[in-house]
Structure formats: C-alpha cells, structure tokens
C-alpha cells in the first residue's frame, strides 16, 4: 500500500515539473508578492509560520532528530532503530544529492529573479534554487515515515506539502523547485527502502501496534 501511495507521487510530480517550471513559477511568484503587498497582516503571519517550518525542515534539524531516534533505538527501544538507521541514510543523500543538482543547474532564485534564469555550473549565491532541499527532505522524511508507520502517510505528507509551500510563500523558491525536491527526497527513500529491502520485522511490529 504505502509503495503504491509513493509510486502514484512519484509520477504526478515527475510530469508536473517541466509544465510548472515553464509556465506557472513567474505567474504564482508575481501573485504572491502582490498578495503579501495588499494583505501586510497575513503576509507577518505567514512569515512567522515560514520560519517555524524552515527550522522544522531544516537539514541539520532533521538529521540530528534522525540520529536521535537511531541512539534511541540502539540503546533503548529495538524497535526504532531501523526508522533511525533509514531516515539517517535518506536524510543524508537527500541533501547531498540537492546540493550537487542546485549547483549543476544554477538557477536563479526568486530574489534574484522572478523569471527563469538558468546560468549552468555554478557556486554563486542566489543561484541555487532548483531543487528546493527542505522540499527534498521533508518528502524523504514523510516516505520513509510512511514505510514504518502506513496509516499515517497522510499527515506525513501533509506537513512536505506544508514546507513546500512555506519556501514558496516565503519567496525562497519557485513551484517547481519545490515539486523538483519532493521528486528528489521521493526517489532517494525509495532507493533507500530497495538498499535496505522490505519493510523489516520492525516495521511490521509497528504496523500492528
């Protein structure tokens, strides 16, 4: 069930990438900066909450709370050490795999530019917004979440699509950066779930509880 629900995204966003990327990303970009012009009170509380999910998706944050859950596991509670040894993996090559794609591609992010600007290789600050690494990990985390614990897939799901949004309404980056990183934390917990097979008994323990 949960790789079918994962399959299913996987492919959705695939397709909608380069139709996004073209066509929509300067239309909602414009919008919103419009939206935040005529609405200042909602725009401070968007911010706020931007920041609040920035910190939650963050890298560091969430590798650190991944190692926890291994430390936990190892040394408390068997049963988390598999979801901590998983998230570690797919956390960590989700960032990296983001890194090496922003600089390869170079693209400008909306501060830069709210049109598509594409400059190629480069290590230029402001030309790193394709793909969006929260989007990439809070997708990686939500997939691999979802391998261990099926029934919550929604909620797991709910808060990626929460962060995406959040690095587009805070103008960091554009649709398709957003959809771009979910496409890349996607494929990387697969990947990890393949590197270490089937859901284990530990995930099936969990699945009953």
């Not at 909602?28 to 920041?51: E, M, Q």
């Not at 190692?67 to 993996?89: E, M, P």
Request: with cysteine.
């Amino acid at each position: 069930m949960c790789s079918s629900k994962e399959t299913k995204i996987f492919l959705a966003i695939s397709a909608l990438v380069p139709v996004v990327l073209f066509y929509v990303d300067e239309p909602v970009l414009t919008w919103i900066r419009g939206f935040h012009s005529a609405n200042p009170d909602i725009h401070r509380l968007l911010r706020a909450t931007d920041k609040v999910m920035y910190f939650a998706a963050h890298g560091t944050t969430m590798i650190v709370g991944a190692i926890l859950v291994y430390l936990y596991g190892r040394f408390a509670d068997q049963r988390f050490r598999d979801i901590g040894k998983s998230l570690i993996i797919g956390l960590v090559a989700s960032g990296i795999s983001v890194q090496i794609m922003k600089h390869i591609i170079g693209r400008a992010r909306p501060r830069v530019s709210d049109s598509l600007v594409i400059i190629g290789p480069s290590l230029r600050g402001g030309y790193d917004s394709f793909p969006s690494g929260h989007s990439a990990m809070a997708f990686c985390l939500a997939a691999i979440l979802s391998r261990y614990y099926p029934r919550y897939w929604i909620p797991f799901y709910i808060f990626a699509v929460l962060e995406g949004l959040a690095r587009i309404d805070g103008t960091s980056h554009f649709p398709a950066d957003v959809l771009a990183g979910a496409f890349v934390g996607t494929v990387v917990a697969r990947l990890v779930e393949i590197k270490l097979s089937r859901p284990t008994e530990t995930a099936r323990t969990l699945n009953c509880r």
